[in-house]
């Protein structure tokens, strides 16, 4: 129905405008007659030429429209209402220029209106660009007013990032693992938590991906920021700037962090040695724990459950509730039981702590035996 509108609006439109061209034609003195019908025809054949024709192209200027407007309204949707507002107030102040700036131009003979469109078309540009690019700016202008200040300014404006300040940017992989909301809710994190607005594109990427593994890890994600938003809301914040000249989103990363002189938190490997070259301080979430976990001697005793048996002969491998594993010298033949042993040596890798033992008991009594006879 829209199609078949649109389509008599632009005919219709291209006929007025080929009778206005016929008319002006006769007026103009281009052909001169005084035979009714020649006169009648020279004014009315350009109009059914120009219909007839506006009307076999009209579905594609209305295809074209259609696909024009549906582009512009997603780029529109995408954009944070801030922007669009920077740019709608930059635009209005641009086009009162031209217009000021217009009404002395139009005078000027043979090119006045021309001049008139020229500054419409370019100041409304320039104001429209350095809306969208200057909005903070722009809306620090309204604290002069006294309803615009004090606390409901402050709901209404987001906060202004300001470098030299405390604050910590979370990556995608720290995000999705979620061992940083407790470690904020402990209280062992200060300053404040910078959330940039490529890494959420990219949770939502992730969350809306085919592959129902890296679905879930994105929409994991997305609750843990959440839950930080609603547990830690003045600590947590969104930085919705781009650099949309850098693809990578390790390189966006690294580059918000040298404007705003702020570490990194993640457990990405690479990232955390490009940032390091870059002289950015990497808080990693895997090192913490590491340092967080039991420290053994050589020579304490624990009990440990032997779950499998080793890569070397006779071992049998063990682990702690946090994880560590625990290599036990001929332990193979202690698989699913629980047994005491002695820590004989303690080895730290990139991937964590690996601890060496032995049994206390040769005899192959278990944990159980052991207590019954003691």
């Not at 192959?364 to 003691?374: N, P, S």
Request: net charge positive.
């Amino acid at each position: 129905m829209f199609r078949k509108v649109a389509r008599i609006i632009i005919t219709l439109f291209f006929l007025a405008g080929g009778i206005s061209l016929g008319y002006a034609l006769l007026k103009g003195g281009w052909l001169v007659t005084s035979n009714i019908v020649l006169r009648m025809s020279i004014i009315i054949l350009p109009g059914i030429i120009l219909g007839l024709l506006s009307y076999s192209i009209a579905p594609w200027f209305v295809a074209k429209g259609i696909r024009m407007t549906e582009w512009l309204e997603r780029k529109l949707q995408r954009m944070p209402l801030n922007d669009l507002l920077g740019a709608a107030i930059g635009l209005i102040i641009g086009l009162i220029i031209a217009s000021l700036l217009g009404s002395s131009l139009a005078r000027l003979p043979f090119v006045g209106s021309y001049m008139t469109i020229l500054c419409s078309i370019l100041f409304g540009y320039l104001g429209l660009s350095i809306g969208h690019k200057k909005k903070d700016e722009l809306f620090n202008i309204f604290n002069i007013f006294p309803k615009f200040g004090g606390k409901e300014k402050e709901k209404s404006v987001p906060a202004k990032f300001e470098p030299g300040r405390s604050y910590k940017l979370l990556d995608t992989s720290v995000i999705i693992d979620g061992r940083i909301s407790d470690i904020c809710k402990s209280g062992f994190v200060d300053g404040i938590l910078v959330i940039p607005g490529f890494v959420l594109e990219e949770l939502r990427h992730i969350a809306d991906s085919s592959d129902s593994l890296k679905r879930n890890r994105g929409r994991r994600g997305l609750d843990i920021l959440n839950k930080m938003r609603n547990e830690l809301i003045a600590r947590v914040q969104i930085y919705e700037k781009d650099f949309p000249e850098i693809q990578e989103v390790d390189s966006k990363l690294v580059k918000l962090a040298q404007v705003l002189g702020a570490d990194i938190f993640t457990n990405d490997y690479n990232l955390n040695k490009v940032a390091e070259l870059q002289g950015i301080r990497v808080l990693n979430i895997n090192e913490l724990a590491n340092a967080l976990k039991p420290v053994f001697l050589p020579g304490e005793e624990m009990v440990v459950q032997v779950i499998k048996d080793g890569k070397e002969f006779k071992q049998g491998i063990a682990y702690l509730d946090d994880g560590t594993m625990i290599v036990v010298e001929s332990g193979k033949r202690y698989i699913n039981q629980t047994i005491y042993v002695v820590v004989t040596s303690v080895l730290q890798t990139a991937a964590g702590r690996m601890i060496f033992a032995k049994p206390k008991y040769n005899d192959r009594r278990t944990l159980y035996e052991v207590d019954a006879i003691g």
